[in-house]
């Protein structure tokens, strides 16, 4: 950067002083953040916008009024969540215990992974695999976890767990080598059925009223059980991750769960029409009219201040993110400023297209880094 000196009167002075003290400010603000927050949180000029579908002001409650205040904010966001709620329909409300059966136990280089089966919805059983790090000579710490998600394909847990596949695919693996505890739970579409269409089926045969897309949130729900349950992880430092189909279940797990603490979406397409969040195992039909009054601008603003990034692959071969994904970005962020700042919403575009590159896993890890405070342990 180009340094300038001016001449100013002396007037000038005060001014100068102020800013030099705001840029100050602002710099102890970012301490704590990664360093390329300023980056990932700016929005591109003129992003596309269409089929962006209804984006209601976040900050106007049920009667009309500007929300300008932090309490009256938290206030709309119940009913907006609960707007949410009522149209995914309900799950059981009290979950079975959490009691892991270790099915297999591996040893690899700097992490331990076993398959586990445990209870998902009561006498539904599902299998994940936990894969933990070398556990701190100190009892008394507790280390960061990571519940992490698979996208669409019939290796489900294999390839994120690192059994199979190939090194970008193997997410879940790359991350408990850095220091995460991970859970790798398998998506429903994929347990013990032979078909996404069974699994729907059977799923709407138990809880008719209830979306493909509110199971996966429970089940990720139960992920973050599972992670609660182990004594050496602490429960102020659960993060989620997950790549295409597992994205759009870290977006859904952050806005609704509130011990998710951090997360990064992989390119699972924030926009109704960026992806096919309107197949019957997410949304379904009701998404596809145009006058239908829910968008994700409101879920990003749920998770609102807990850190979330979204990672985009545009211009890239079948890519579901990027800079069509800011309208939703930049409509939620206000809800986020009455926080403060800096706000810790965001997206990097690697333009890579649809995958986990080398340039975006560095985001990914790096942000789970930051904001879990591996440096703690």
């Not at 006498?123 to 998600?149: H, N, Q, W």
């Not at 809800?335 to 649809?354: I, K, Q, T």
Request: overall charge negative.
């Amino acid at each position: 950067m180009q340094i300038v000196s001016l001449r100013c009167p002396d007037v000038c002075i005060p001014l100068m002083l102020m800013i030099a003290a705001m840029l100050s400010l602002q710099n102890d603000s970012f301490a704590d953040d990664v360093s390329w927050l300023i980056e990932v949180t700016t929005a591109p000029p003129n992003p596309p916008r269409e089929g962006v579908g209804q984006l209601a002001p976040l900050l106007v409650n049920t009667d009309g009024q500007t929300i300008t205040t932090r309490k009256d904010w938290e206030s709309h966001r119940a009913v907006i969540r609960d707007q949410w709620l009522k149209f995914l329909g309900p799950m059981p409300e009290l979950r079975p215990p959490v009691k892991l059966e270790v099915r297999k136990d591996e040893s690899l280089p700097g992490v331990t992974r076993q398959l586990v089966r445990y209870e998902g919805e009561p006498d539904l059983f599902v299998e994940g695999y936990l894969l933990v790090p070398p556990l701190p000579s100190d009892k008394t710490k507790r280390l960061p976890g990571i519940v992490a998600l698979h996208p669409t394909t019939n290796a489900t847990i294999d390839e994120i767990a690192g059994v199979s596949g190939r090194d970008e695919k193997q997410t879940g693996l790359k991350l408990a080598q850095r220091g995460f505890v991970v859970f790798c739970p398998r998506c429903f579409l994929w347990q013990d059925v032979s078909s996404l269409d069974e699994a729907v089926k059977q799923h709407r045969e138990r809880h008719p009223e209830t979306l493909g897309m509110t199971k996966m949130l429970y089940d990720a729900m139960r992920g973050v059980d599972v992670l609660e349950s182990l004594s050496f992880v602490d429960r102020e430092r659960i993060g989620a991750v997950g790549h295409s189909l597992g994205a759009k279940e870290a977006l859904y797990l952050a806005a609704f769960d509130e011990r998710i603490s951090a997360a990064v979406a992989s390119e699972g397409g924030i926009g109704f029409r960026s992806t096919n969040w309107d197949a019957s195992w997410y949304l379904g039909e009701a998404i596809r009219d145009e006058n239908f009054a829910l968008n994700h601008h409101q879920l990003l603003a749920l998770i609102a201040p807990r850190p979330f990034l979204v990672l985009g692959g545009e211009s890239g071969p079948g890519a579901a993110d990027g800079d069509r994904s800011w309208p939703l970005i930049e409509a939620a962020q206000p809800a986020w400023r009455l926080y403060g700042e800096p706000v810790r919403l965001g997206l990097f575009n690697h333009d890579e297209g649809h995958t986990v590159s080398a340039r975006s896993f560095d985001r990914m890890a790096e942000w789970l880094d930051v904001y879990l405070r591996t440096d703690r342990d």
